[in-house]
């Protein structure tokens, strides 16, 4: 991305980025929807909404979440190794301190994409190492289900700057190019992996990229060793 995409009117998203950003958009929010509808549910200790509880809820919420999970490695993959422009680089240290310029923005919307990825893991990490008994039992102190607690507010934070961020660099352009259904020469399947890289970008993304890959292998195995 460089600061003139900032002003342009027409941006173009590839086509397998619009599918799996598609995806992954999707269940977030159904995720935190559905999220939010068990800790009220079953919670409710820090505000409630004046809705009936759904006792059933914990279901869906789990269901959504291993879905969720078995679709992060394809679009954690997807950013890292071609879409990696779009995340944190080397250098977005140095550029955040050029506050006000065009390149400030862009580095924020890289840092609030990364911290995207980030909080997504976690949470997938913390969920998979709850019990569905603890809720209904009134267990509301278990260590994993209050870290499950705060990946989900961090998921809220990184997700409302992601949007944010978008808006501040694209514009409504760029939020109507990532759902844009016409396709492009560009968009033929031969050409989905076009720029795909072995190694990501930077040392510091081989860093993010080893803890996001590492979380989401550890989301599958660790309910293995949770008795």
Known sequence: MNDREMTSPKVYQPILLRILHSGASGLTLLAVISGFLVYNTFDKRWGQLP??????????????????????????LYSFHVGSRRLVQDQSLTQ????????????????????????????????????????????????????HLGSWVGVLISLGLHVLMGVKVGGVPLLLSIVNLKMQDQDRPKAWLKGFTVLPSSLLLKIVEAIVMGGILLA????????
């Open 96 to 147: 955040l301190k050029q506050v006000g310029k065009p390149i400030w923005w862009i580095s924020l919307h890289r840092l609030a994409n990364t911290l995207m990825l980030l909080s997504v893991t976690i949470a997938a990490i913390t969920g998979r190492m709850m019990k569905e008994q603890w809720l209904p039992a009134g267990e509301l102190n278990q260590p994993w289900y209050l870290a």
């Open 51 to 76: 809705i009936s509880s759904i006792l059933t809820i914990q279901d869906v919420h789990g269901t959504i979440a291993v879905a969720f999970l078995l679709f992060l490695p394809f679009f954690a």
């Open 220 to 227: 599958f195995i660790l309910p293995a060793f949770n008795s």
